[in-house]
């Protein structure tokens, strides 16, 4: 496994067209000994990296070029997360494989599935995937699958994701310009993050992952318990507030959210270089 650049563009060394070229010239180099390219179509806990509107079409095509397939994994973007049934769909891309868990059960138990399409599919009729796991296609687990995808469908949670994601979206983009500590708002529907900056004229990360992983309290943790005193968790990814509510949220309780990052965020402010 070879690990290739994602397409951050905030502060990073590569833009998005710059990363493509960069995976294009990888896969040349590896000689068509590559399988696949697997990929989140949204990066989720590394912070919400958002791609552009053509990277994943375009990442695709290259992995074709070079006799590989692209794998999306859509474990957390999945099942209406973006507003989306799926968030490749939001970039034109028809990914050969996609991997799911998570929203394919609400969470209520553990399932995760895979899915190819028929051309995948017709090579395993000729050639036997040795393959199982002690508990797969267990009947609790695949019953609450079903649930789930029935409630999304008569509760209209996907269209009500795209909804709220929209205002969220609006939301968060006010608190930005309120909050100079926040450097970048970034996201599709409700999956959201906000970046955080020590400076209002360059990316100057609060934290590093190495601090993320010790036993200090860092900036963000400040942000995240205060805003816990208030009733609203949010995930701290490193230098990034990750924005993921409940498909059924609803105005009233973005308005909640948003109030109590807004307070929360004065931390940040406050700790800002100069």
Not at 3 to 27: Q, T, V
Not at 37 to 55: C, H, I, K, M
Not at 149 to 171: D, F, K, P
């Amino acid at each position: 496994m070879i690990k290739g650049p994602d397409p951050y563009a905030y502060g990073s060394s590569l833009d998005p067209d710059e990363s493509l070229a960069y995976i294009d010239e990888m896969l040349e180099l590896e000689g068509g000994t590559v399988a696949a390219v697997l990929v989140e179509p949204l990066v989720g806990s590394n912070g919400v990296l958002t791609p552009p509107d053509d990277y994943l079409s375009r990442l695709q095509r290259i992995a074709h070029d070079h006799g590989a397939l692209l794998i999306c994994d859509e474990v957390m973007t999945g099942f209406g997360r973006t507003g989306e049934w799926f968030a490749s769909t939001l970039y034109d891309a028809e990914p050969d494989i996609i991997t799911m868990a998570k929203g394919l059960t609400g969470s209520y138990q553990p399932l995760a599935a895979t899915t190819v399409t028929e051309a995948v599919a017709d090579h395993f009729e000729d050639e036997l995937l040795n393959q199982g796991h002690t508990f797969s296609g267990h009947p609790v687990a695949c019953a609450a699958g079903v649930a789930a995808i029935e409630t999304y469908e008569q509760e209209q949670l996907v269209a009500n994701a795209r909804e709220m994601g929209a205002y969220l979206r609006g939301e968060l983009e006010s608190l930005a310009e309120r909050h100079p500590s926040v450097g970048e708002r970034r996201g599709v529907g409700l999956h959201q993050g906000l970046e955080l900056t020590r400076s209002e004229t360059e990316r100057v990360p609060f934290e590093e992952r190495s601090d993320k992983v010790s036993s200090r309290q860092t900036v963000l943790d400040e942000v995240g318990a205060h805003a816990l005193e208030n009733g609203v968790y949010f995930y701290t990814s490193v230098n990034t507030i990750v924005v993921t509510p409940p498909l059924t949220i609803t105005t009233e309780e973005v308005d909640e959210a948003i109030a109590a990052l807004d307070e929360a965020l004065e931390i940040s402010d406050a700790a800002m270089d100069g």
